[in-house]
Nanobody, 126 residues
Framework: QLQFVETGGGSVQPGGSLRLSCRISGFTLDHYTLGWLRQAPGKVHEGVACINSTNGHTYYADSVKGRFTISRDNAEKTVYLQMNSLKLEDTGIYYC???????????????????WGQGTQVTVSS
């Protein structure tokens, strides 16, 4: 059974930083595309950042390029999202996701994934 443990969410002022972590157990990550999707209040899910399983290629939403960095550690079964220069519009629930049969672009653009974590709240407010 797949289990996701997401940590690192919280409240921060605009311009601040947060680092989300997601440890995944129940399968080997080597062949899974991983990503972070988010849902802002009253809006549909949005792909934020996604990373390929083999070559490390990444995809970022235009709204977070240059501010967010996704990385993964397959040995630790963990995916990270470093978020810098946070803005009010970054507020939302952030979900760690995994899928074996998609690319990093597909996961973030559609957005879709077979497996989802429970989500962690990120609130940016002054």
């Amino acid at each position: 059974q797949l289990q996701f443990v997401e940590t690192g969410g919280g409240s921060v002022q605009p311009g601040g930083s947060l680092r989300l972590s997601c440890r995944i157990s129940g399968f080997t990550l080597d062949h899974y595309t991983l990503g972070w999707l988010r849902q802002a209040p009253g809006k549909v899910h949005e792909g934020v950042a996604c990373i390929n399983s083999t070559n490390g290629h990444t995809y970022y939403a235009d709204s977070v390029k240059g501010r967010f960095t996704i990385s993964r550690d397959n040995a630790e079964k963990t995916v990270y999202l470093q978020m810098n220069s946070l803005k009010l519009e970054d507020t939302g629930i952030y979900y760690c996701v995994a899928d074996r049969d998609t690319t990093e672009r597909g996961m973030c653009v559609i957005p879709y994934a077979d497996y989802w974590g429970q989500g962690t709240q990120v609130t940016v407010s002054s």
